[in-house]
Nanobody, 126 residues
Framework: QVQLVESGGGLVQPGGSLRLSCAAS????????IGWFRQAPGKEREGVSC????????YYADSVKGRFTASRDNAKNTVYLQMNSLKPEDTAVYYC???????????????????WGQGTQVTVSS
């Protein structure tokens, strides 16, 4: 089955850190820009970050800039999202997706997102 599998979520106190992983199953992440998204209860899904394939360039939503860092290990076919200084408003289900049209990000959104995973829950609470 071709999909992305997210992991690494959990319950963390405000100010804490988590590292999410996005692993490809059944295909290679090569040549795809990869985006991270999140959806909080009662809210629309929003783009969090995008990481390019070729040079690893990244884009971030203003709400996470300076706190979140996306990276990728193409040899391991995995993309990561390091989340530091977490806030209660970061609570959401986090998803990753591949951009079928682009290998280089132009912003946090994807032109043609595909291969969505099941998501991983991140809860920031004391």
């Amino acid at each position: 089955q071709v999909q992305l599998v997210e992991s690494g979520g959990g319950l963390v106190q405000p100010g804490g850190s988590l590292r999410l992983s996005c692993a490809a199953s059944g295909f290679s992440l090569d040549y795809y820009a990869i985006g991270w998204f999140r959806q909080a209860p009662g809210k629309e899904r929003e783009g969090v970050s995008c990481i390019s394939f070729n040079d690893g360039s990244t884009y971030y939503a203003d709400s996470v800039k300076g706190r979140f860092t996306a990276s990728r290990d193409n040899a391991k076919n995995t993309v990561y999202l390091q989340m530091n200084s977490l806030k209660p408003e970061d609570t959401a289900v986090y998803y990753c997706a591949a951009d079928l049209e682009r290998s280089r990000c132009q912003n946090v959104g994807l032109a043609s997102p595909a291969y969505w995973g099941q998501g991983t829950q991140v809860t920031v609470s004391s």
